[in-house]
T-cell receptor, first 117, second 108 residues
Framework: DTAVSQTPKYLVTQMGNDKSIKCEQN?????MYWYKQDSKKFLKIMFSYNNKELIINETVPNRFSPKSPDKAHLNLHINSLELGDSAVYFC????????????????FGPGTRLLVL | RKEVEQDPGPFNVPEGATVAFNCTYSNSASQSFFWYRQDCRKEPKLLMSVYSSGNEDGRFTAQLNRASQYISLLIRDSKLSDSATYLCVVDSWGKLQFGAGTQVVVTP
């Protein structure tokens, strides 16, 4: 049983296209996240949703739009893809949102490898 | 200055040996600390949380030094399967900040 799943696993596309990545978790968690891992291997948070409500919105171009239809799903839509968007995008979930100073274990999906040509 | 800094390695370790490495963090208000493990082309997975008093999980020992703002991970009796990148993760103002990882390669 996959706890956090993402589709697609690989995405190769042309600059300027619009694409979506889907994420689903079957852990019953309230909070979901999108992270970007670039070529230097840094994992950076992009967005966090708690029970379908946007909680964290980092300095991410507004070409990136997350959507959470329910608390088990968090999708990421990217408009007008650019070369610099090439990275691995990880979805994650945790039982509850971490408040300041208190963090819950996060469970990651397998990642979506995006290559923009 | 990066919020979380790690020596990228690689640390080449003979099987059965002990390896230890640190990570420094910049936010003195951080309260939660973790080590995650990431295998090549895989997702990060929690290895262990790090508690103030230090904690052990089998062959893995984690320590926290708040005064100097670093955490450490020690792996005893290294196995080939311990080869991975170890990510230091620190809470900073309600968000997890990840280090770029320390690569460990255990050799036969």
């Amino acid at each position: 049983d996959t706890a956090v799943s993402q589709t697609p696993k690989y995405l190769v596309t042309q600059m300027g296209n619009d694409k979506s990545i889907k994420c689903e978790q079957n852990l019953g968690h309230d909070t979901m996240y999108w992270y970007k891992q670039d070529s230097k291997k840094f994992l950076k948070i992009m967005f966090s949703y708690n029970n379908k409500e946007l909680i964290i919105n980092e300095t991410v171009p507004n070409r990136f739009s997350p959507k959470s239809p329910d608390k088990a799903h968090l999708n990421l839509h990217i408009n007008s893809l650019e070369l610099g968007d090439s990275a691995v995008y990880f979805c994650a979930s945790s039982q509850r949102i971490g408040g300041r100073g208190v963090q819950e274990t996060q469970y990651f999906g397998p990642g979506t490898r995006l290559l923009v040509l | 200055r990066k919020e979380v800094e790690q020596d990228p390695g690689p640390f080449n370790v003979p099987e059965g040996a002990t390896v230890a490495f640190n990570c420094t963090y910049s936010n003195s208000a951080s309260q939660s600390f973790f080590w995650y493990r990431q295998d090549c082309r895989k997702e990060p997975k929690l290895l262990m949380s790090v508690y103030s008093s230090g904690n052990e999980d089998g062959r893995f020992t984690a320590q926290l030094n708040r005064a100097s703002q670093y955490i450490s991970l020690l792996i005893r009796d290294s196995k080939l399967s311990d080869s991975a990148t170890y990510l230091c993760v620190v809470d900073s103002w309600g968000k997890l900040q990840f280090g770029a990882g320390t690569q460990v390669v255990v050799t036969p």
